[in-house]
């Protein structure tokens, strides 16, 4: 078991920052690749980033590319996304999830946070 909390959300303006967090503890931190998620309200859950185990290698959605940075300290269990130049549609529950490979599929992911809110004002 992977046991998995973000933190970071929160309310911003157009063209703001936030970096949101996801701690992880239980089974070795380093065998995951480490994904986020968004689901906006009415929504289908989207893929927005992933990182491989040792921070190698990274892909990003179309969407967050260029704004978005995803990373990892796998000393401190833990996995980051710094989210820059944020845009109202960006508003959504934003969630960490385990995968045993890189891989953009929810369906692929064993392991999953609770979610924390991100909120865009215009």
């Known amino acids: 078991q992977v046991q998995l909390v973000e933190s970071g959300g929160g309310l911003v303006q157009t063209g703001g920052s936030l970096r949101l967090s996801c701690a992880a503890s239980?089974?070795?931190?380093?065998?995951?690749?480490m994904g986020w998620f968004r689901q906006a309200p009415g929504k289908e859950r989207e893929f927005v980033a992933v990182?491989?185990?040792?921070?190698?290698?990274?892909y990003y959605a179309d969407s967050v590319k260029d704004r978005f940075t995803i990373s990892r300290d796998n000393a401190k269990n833990t996995v980051y996304l710094q989210m820059n130049s944020l845009k109202p549609e960006d508003t959504a529950v934003y969630y960490c999830?385990?995968?045993?490979?890189?891989?953009?599929?929810?369906?692929?992911?064993?392991?999953w946070g609770p979610g924390t809110q991100v909120t865009v004002s215009t």
């Open positions: 999830a385990a995968a045993p490979g890189l891989t953009y599929r929810a369906n692929d992911y064993a392991y």
């Open positions: 239980g089974r070795t931190f380093s065998n995951y690749a």
């Open positions: 990182i491989n185990w040792n921070g190698g290698s990274t």
